[in-house]
């Protein structure tokens, strides 16, 4: 492998490793929206103490198809606010590998059963489909403004509407 390969590799590249475990764990149903400062050393600590990053994505994929197939006559679960929920379930795994295949089998497990999930059992994973949606809400909703206003009568504009839904994006920029 030449050394500018090797650096695309998860497990010779922190920030990669780091990263991708956060972007796995996040877009698990149940998870935060976003990964805390614990979660990120955990992570980082898992990249020092060499845990290939398959049996992490194996681990976070497991734990979460055994809440997801979980009786449904049980009381629901809480959510998972930490990284740290894996961690007895990444030890297992490096005490106990799994075969080779594994980790397919349960990224195709996993997709059937998200797929047919609750959608409140589902967090979306980003927000940007939310805000697109806002925005459009609120170009309608300026729309109406201007037409029950007035002729000649000023409005704060589409433009201030929108900031004021979504202070500080780049959407409030665009909205114009």
Known sequence: MTPAASELQPDS???LYVSSVLMLYVDLPDTP???SNPDYRLARAWFERRVPASVVETALLLASLRRLTRPRDLPPLTRIRSLAYFQPVVEELLETPVPAGYLEYLRVKFRGLNDRA???RVQKNTISEDRLTCNRYAC???AQIDS???SGTRRCGQRSLVQF???GTSLAANAR
């Open 118 to 120: 609750e959608p409140n």
């Open 33 to 35: 929206l976003r990964a």
């Open 165 to 167: 839904i979504f202070p």
């Open 13 to 15: 590249n922190p920030e």
């Open 140 to 142: 309608d909703f300026g």
């Open 148 to 150: 029950v206003l007035p």
